[in-house]
């Protein structure tokens, strides 16, 4: 809509990383909607726009570099356009960011309060502004988020930021800062706030969620807190560390039905020597360990991971032993990705990135190749089975379909049949794909 009158700025976000960057745009919006800021969803429309940052790897930042250069040749026609970097690559660039042609303001994840500030200086004196200032308290715990999908059913909970681990390879330390926990009242309050708006779902974040601790407070406690508040509202959570999570997590999840029984456990190498200069302080041994107590307290959790192929000295032997790891575990699903050199992180500093390319891409084919079959496997094994999916929307491929994922996070497809979004279907299994279970309703 161009001629819209309506006197309030409009702002526009572009996200990119993580579910915690995510759910950091909403704590933007609702902090530039307090400041008179309207949200708007199409760029075109946009007096303002945020482009909140991943830094994790390198093609993250490409990406990103390859947006700052389109909306560079958008500020030719629309003057008065600002553009504003935000999150871990605004904080890992600073002022290399200020200068790139395209960008008028830079804020990293700490600085967000101080947003409707630095675009007040900028409007009135023209001049770049930045602040990416670390903090060892912000939460942002009093803040709403401004939800994205307003209709959505799932909401994002921030139960703390920052991490306090140094994996060797990660730049998240240096890019969000120091681990702190929020306060559990203050997390409890914004899952009543989604709750009542008619979300089904609270997904809790954290970089190292087992080592959440406010007060008496720590995560097993956080977690049946958070699960008391609606018997019939799921409770999700991302990312455990192997090395701190503990059964009395595993027990409070086995306890409360609609805690769901999926854990994302990144084990990045099965090769003790590779672990070991990832700084990651467990081993093969400790994980093979904590799979098997979690599948001993929920058989019917699903477990997921991450992996990285090719790091710095990793030899076809340390590979191979990662290969042999996920087929031990039997990983339900895995995200997986080649080696990227960050600047100023340990390895970048103590290690020679030394797999060549080609090999860190042959390696990760192999792995996904692998993974793939583990998924069609899993999913195999759910053939037959009933579950109780939660319903999202309608399927990829078809409107007359809907997708609704079970407990252990696999999607499920089935006829719509007059079901909706935010309902709980029981469905059975009938054929699987290494991606879906192809489901029918059971009435
Ligand atoms: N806090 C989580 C993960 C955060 S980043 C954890 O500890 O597991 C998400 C994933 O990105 C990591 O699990 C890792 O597999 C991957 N990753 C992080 N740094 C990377 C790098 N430099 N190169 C390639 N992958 C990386
Ligand atoms: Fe990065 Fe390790 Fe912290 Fe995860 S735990 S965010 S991989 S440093
Ligand atoms: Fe990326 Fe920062 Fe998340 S580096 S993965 S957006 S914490």
Redesign the pocket.
Known sequence: MNNNFTLAPRVFIET???Q??VNDSEVVLSILGKAGYAVCDSAQDASLILIN????RDN?EQRILGRLDHYRLQKKSRPGLIVGVL???AERLKEQLLAHPAVDLVAG?DAYRDLPRLIAALSATGEKQINTLLSHEETYGDISPLRLDPNGVSAYISIMRGCNNVCSYC??PY??GAERSRDFESILREGREAIAAGYKELILLG?NVDSYRFGEVDFARLMAMVAELDPTVRVRFSTSHPKDIKDELLHTMAAYPNICRHIHLPVQSGSNAVLERMRRRHTREWYLERVARIREIMPDCSITTDVIAGFCGETEADFEDTLELFRQVKFDAAFMFQYSERPGTLAARHYSDDVPPEVKTERLSRIIALQNELSAESNRRDVGKCFEVLVEGFSKRSDADLMGRTSQNKACVFPAAGHHKGEYVTVRVLDSTPATLLCEVVE
């Open positions: 990119y990383g993580c915690m960057n940052t991943c830094a994790i993250a999150g871990c690559m994840p730049v998240v890019t969000r970089q």
